[in-house]
């Protein structure tokens, strides 16, 4: 079974606070089934800690993806997270790092 992604991890500094976030999970997504497009928004924290603790998000970015998913719902923000790891476009984003769920029993996504 595949490890699920949680989100992804990279510093990125508000340039209107100069607060930083690190970690970054989808929070939202719309899927527009004529366009064949979809958007995306992801919510950042400090940490993934304050992620977990229930903290409120410092930021929000949107993207849009000239793609839409299909099937299994409950696996959109996995297609989403592959898809804005896979644009060669710089964004905010790029290059940033895969966190995955801690079962040990689940193999690597390659993304």
Do not use: C
Request: glycine share 6%; hydrophobic share 40%; net charge negative.
């Amino acid at each position: 079974m595949p490890r699920t992604i949680l989100g992804l991890a990279k510093d990125i500094e508000d340039p209107g606070s100069g607060a930083v976030t690190r970690f970054h999970a989808v929070t939202a997504y719309m899927v527009m089934l004529r366009s064949e497009s979809s958007s995306v928004t992801l919510a950042s924290w400090v940490s993934q800690a304050a992620h977990d603790a229930g903290k409120n998000p410092l930021a929000h970015v949107s993207m849009q993806i000239k793609a839409r998913p299909t099937g299994d719902s409950e696996q959109f923000p996995q297609w989403f997270y592959t898809q804005i790891l896979a644009v060669e476009a710089a964004h905010h984003l790029s290059g940033a790092d895969v966190v995955y769920s801690a079962d040990p029993d689940a193999t690597e996504v390659s993304v």
